[in-house]
């Protein structure tokens, strides 16, 4: 049996650090693991311009301990009126590394998001052509369409015909949650690829519906059915290029989430290594995990593979029921539980 894995760094491809107090207590978890992190513009207002973005990586930069090495990857939030200009600037200048699409209304902080598709043809042309990198929530936001089933409603009515009208854009489906989306993944150009988290590795809906609601379970696109999560485990473990590591850490106060209308969220970050490599264990599949979390997203988004290693050992750890973030309680992936792994000093 193996009980020590030795990796490049690895990097997180999709996450949310939020602002102000808050950000500053949940940056050194991200720092701690990971050299690089793409930074979700879901603020408010939200991150729509270089100049913002800019503005927003300082606080980052300065919320980062002393003496780590880390470096925040920001993305630009898609809107109607988004200025391909602006972005494509930003981009050329290193602030952007990505855009981010959300539906208006799809998840938290997105109902300045994109109302058609269709108006955003401009912008997708000038990023294919300018090889900028597109992050997609895919959920339709329909309120005839099944909160289950939105995800594979996305790829049908929007995913196929972007990556069809848009051959060389670069796409990340973020989030995926269902076969139907590792299998449109898997059949795609290699152009296109996807992040999966954490919790939809180890959860299906029962989680978050049986013995009780449990909103610490509950994040969007909300988990499926067992098949789905099986199929997500399958496509991580497979050391296909295409899946690489994105936590969608997000962070939400307990009472927040805790409440007549909680927030959809779970905040990944503090446990995340450890959370995703107790899956590659139970699959057999050690020797993929440094594939998925340090190799094929820099290999994706045209980046340099991280240059130092991490190491992590076998060993019981208890994850706290909660955290305290500067003054501020936050409840953690895996809160309460027992894991199999952590990362060795
Ligand atoms: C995210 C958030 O809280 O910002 N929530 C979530 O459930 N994942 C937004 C998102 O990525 O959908
Ligand atoms: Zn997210």
Not at 145 to 166: G, M, N
Not at 292 to 297: E, K, P, T
Request: proline content about 6%; glycine content about 6%.
């Amino acid at each position: 049996m193996t009980d020590t894995l030795t990796i490049r760094r690895p990097d997180d491809w999709h996450l949310h650090f939020r602002d102000g107090e808050i950000m500053r207590g949940v940056v050194p978890y991200t720092a701690r693991q990971f050299a690089r992190a793409i930074v979700m513009p879901n603020l408010t207002p939200p991150v729509t311009t270089a100049q913002l973005a800019q503005e927003y990586r300082e606080r980052i930069r300065a919320a980062t301990p002393a003496g780590t090495a880390f470096e925040p990857l920001m993305t630009c939030y898609l809107t109607d009126t988004t200025d391909p200009d602006d972005l494509a600037r930003g981009a050329a200048q290193g602030v952007f590394t990505a855009a981010k699409l959300y539906p208006a209304n799809a998840t938290t902080n997105s109902a300045s998001g994109v109302s058609d598709v269709a108006k955003l043809y401009p912008v997708l042309e000038r990023m294919e052509a300018d090889g900028i990198v597109l992050c997609i929530h895919g959920e339709v936001t329909d309120h005839d369409i099944d909160v289950f089933d939105r995800e594979a409603i996305f790829i049908e009515r929007h995913l196929r015909a972007i990556v069809r009208d848009f051959p060389k854009l670069k796409v990340v489906f973020e989030h995926i949650t269902t076969a139907d989306a590792v299998q449109f993944v898997e059949q795609a150009g290699e152009n296109v690829a996807a992040t999966i988290t954490p919790q939809h590795l180890h959860i299906n809906r029962n989680a978050m519906l049986v013995g009780g609601i449990q909103p610490h379970n509950y994040c969007l696109p909300v988990a499926k059915r067992e098949t789905h999560r099986l199929a997500l485990r399958k496509a991580a473990t497979s050391g296909s290029p295409k899946f690489f590591l994105g936590t969608d850490s997000a962070p939400h106060l307990r009472g927040d989430k805790e409440s007549d209308c909680g927030c959809a969220g779970i905040f990944g970050a503090p446990y995340a290594l450890e959370s995703y490599l107790t899956v590659f264990d139970e699959e057999g599949a050690l020797d993929q995990f440094e594939a998925f979390a340090s190799l094929n997203g820099p290999a994706f988004y045209g980046l340099p593979v991280n240059e130092d290693r991490i190491t992590l050992e076998r060993a019981e750890i208890a994850v706290p029921q909660e955290l305290d973030l500067a003054g501020a309680t936050i409840v953690p992936w895996h809160g309460g539980q027992t894991i199999g792994w952590r990362i060795a000093d």
